[in-house]
């Protein structure tokens, strides 16, 4: 949806960034409709975010250019997704851990987040959850200081 709304508002437009990235996004989530859940581990998914991050970065560096909010939006929220996989595999798979915890629960709901996030982060293209502004903060915290 995020593709389409965005493949329409740049008809008339030569910035085209959104739509290469909601484009990505899209084809990326794509494979998880004909996921058999039964037999997809958290590893699974954790390689498919990680493969969209590298094509965002790739797509990014050599065709974009230009930073867009939502490219860091992405990266971030992809980034966050991928580790909380990764945890989710290791406690499942490689502890086999199968009692309910509170981890489960915090997976679930940051995944959900993110992932509304990410997509809204496509609509509007704005800072919304001052993540841009956060990560400059601590930018100019650890910036060499003029003498």
């Not at 094509?55 to 971030?76: D, R």
């Not at 629960?105 to 987040?113: A, G, I, N, P």
Request: charged fraction near 10%; glycine fraction near 2%.
């Amino acid at each position: 949806m995020a593709f389409l709304y965005s493949l329409v508002s740049s008809i008339n437009s030569r910035f085209k960034a959104l739509v290469i990235l909601s484009l990505i996004m899209a084809v990326s989530y794509f494979p998880g409709m004909f996921f058999n859940f039964q037999t997809v581990t958290y590893f699974d998914i954790a390689l498919l975010d990680a493969i969209t991050l590298v094509v965002l970065a790739l797509v990014q560096n050599l065709y974009i250019k230009e930073k867009t909010i939502a490219f860091n939006y992405l990266m971030f929220g992809l980034s966050i997704n991928m580790c909380l996989a990764l945890g989710m595999y290791l406690d499942r798979h490689i502890l086999q851990n199968y009692t309910h915890w509170w981890f489960y629960d915090f997976y679930v709901t940051v995944v959900l987040v993110l992932d509304l996030s990410m997509i809204l982060v496509l609509f509007i293209n704005k800072d919304f959850l001052k993540i841009i502004y956060f990560k400059n903060l601590i930018y100019s915290f650890f910036a060499k200081k003029p003498q």
